[in-house]
C-alpha cells in the first residue's frame, strides 16, 4: 500500500483557515486521496476524497497538486469541534479491490479559543 | 450519511472469558465489513476483513482463533474475542462501505473494551 507522510500535530485559532498537508509520492495512478478525521474516542469519519481534481464539500476543501504527490485539506474556519485526528489515506480503486484502508499516524490538529 | 452501529459500546470482562461485539449496518447493505484495533494514542490497526457468506481475511499478525469473525447478512458482522487476556484491552472499531454507492466507508462509534 502506498504511504502517506502527516505532521505528527498541528495548531490552530478558532475562525481561523487550517492547511493540512499530507505527502504521497509513491501514489499510483489508480490511488485516490480520502481524508478522514477521529474525534476523540469515537470512530472515524469521512471528510473527503479526491482523484485528480480539487474537491470541495460542505466540511472541507481538498486541494490536489498538479503531480498527485502531495494534497492538502482545508478546513476554512475552524471550530473547536474540528480538534482531531485527520488521516490521509490512499485507497486504490478498481474491480477485485477489498476497499480496506491502512491508517498512518495522522496528523492531531489542536484548535485554540 | 450512512450509519453503522457497533454494540456495546464499552464492555468490561473477566480474563479468560470471551466478549462478542456487533458491527451493523443500519440504512444501507454491506458486502465487506472491516475490522479495527486501537491502542492508547496509537493509529488504527486493521485487523481484518470480513465478507458476508464467506471467511474473513485476517492481516498478518492477527490470530483468527483468538479473533472469530462472522458476517452471517448483509448488515451485520461479528467480533468475538476469545478467552480475553489484558493486553486484548483495546478500542475495536468495524467499518462497512455501503455497496450499492459512493466510495467512502463509514464507522462504528467504536467498542471499549477492558480486560481484568
Known amino acids: 500500500d502506498a504511504k502517506t507522510t502527516q505532521p505528527n500535530s498541528m495548531e490552530s485559532n478558532e475562525e481561523e483557515p487550517v492547511h493540512l498537508p499530507c505527502n504521497h509520492s509513491?501514489?499510483?495512478?489508480?490511488?485516490?486521496i480520502h481524508w478522514y478525521r477521529q474525534l476523540p474516542s469515537q470512530g472515524p469519519e469521512y471528510v473527503i476524497h479526491?482523484?485528480?481534481s480539487n474537491v470541495n464539500n460542505r466540511m472541507a476543501s481538498l486541494a490536489i497538486a498538479e503531480d498527485r504527490k502531495s494534497s492538502t485539506l482545508i478546513l476554512h474556519r475552524a471550530t473547536l469541534r474540528d480538534a482531531a485526528v485527520y488521516y490521509c489515506i490512499l485507497r486504490p480503486h478498481g474491480s477485485g479491490n477489498t476497499g480496506k484502508l491502512i491508517f498512518g499516524q495522522g496528523t492531531t490538529l489542536q484548535v485554540k479559543p | 450519511g450512512a450509519v453503522v452501529s457497533q454494540h456495546p459500546s464499552r464492555v468490561i470482562c473477566k480474563s479468560g472469558t470471551s466478549v462478542k461485539i456487533e458491527c451493523r449496518s443500519l440504512?444501507?447493505?454491506?458486502?465487506?465489513m472491516f475490522w479495527y484495533r486501537q491502542f492508547p494514542k496509537q493509529s488504527l490497526m486493521l485487523m481484518a476483513t470480513s465478507n458476508e457468506g464467506s471467511k474473513a481475511t485476517y492481516e498478518q499478525g492477527v490470530e483468527k482463533d483468538k479473533f472469530l469473525i462472522n458476517h452471517a447478512s448483509l448488515t451485520l458482522s461479528t467480533l468475538t474475542v476469545t478467552s480475553a487476556h489484558p493486553e486484548d484491552s483495546s478500542f475495536y472499531i468495524c467499518s462497512a462501505r455501503d455497496r450499492g454507492v459512493g466510495t467512502e466507508a463509514f464507522f462504528g462509534q467504536g467498542t471499549r473494551l477492558t480486560v481484568v
Open positions: 440504512d444501507f447493505q454491506a458486502t465487506t
Open positions: 479526491g482523484l485528480t
Open positions: 509513491t501514489i499510483s495512478g489508480t490511488d485516490y
